[in-house]
């Protein structure tokens, strides 16, 4: 059992950055690929960013890609998402995900472990 709590979400200006970070219970969290998600007002969860087990294998929606950065501290057991240069279509609530296959996967149905969220409010 892996249970997920991010945290980091809040507001900020277009062009702004935020750090969300996902701290994972459980002694299996090096093992697991990471991802996280976003769910927009009015629109369904899509795919943000993925990370193998290792960290050395990451995959982007086309959306964030060059803005956006995942990475995680197996040491820590926490997943980040740096954003940079936010914009208002990134107003989201951000979820944190975690699947028991060690490679990178792109699915939310992969995934069987999810956080609560933070909400991400990006303005003009």
């Known amino acids: 059992q892996v249970q997920l709590v991010e945290s980091g979400g809040g507001l900020v200006q277009a062009g702004g950055s935020l750090r969300l970070s996902c701290a994972a219970s459980?002694?299996?969290?090096?093992?697991?690929?990471m991802g996280w998600f976003r769910r927009a007002p009015g629109k369904e969860r899509e795919f943000v960013a993925a990370a193998s087990a290792t960290g050395r294998t990451t995959s982007y929606a086309d959306s964030v890609k060059g803005r956006f950065t995942i990475s995680r501290d197996n040491a820590k057991n926490t997943v980040y998402l740096q954003m940079n240069s936010l914009k208002l279509e990134d107003t989201a609530v951000y979820y944190c995900?975690?699947?028991?296959?060690?490679?990178?996967?792109?699915?939310?149905?992969?995934?069987?472990?999810w956080g609560q969220g933070t909400q991400v409010t990006v303005s003009s």
């Open positions: 459980g002694r299996t969290f090096s093992s697991y690929g």
């Open positions: 995900a975690a699947r028991t296959r060690a490679t990178v996967g792109t699915d939310g149905r992969e995934f069987g472990y």
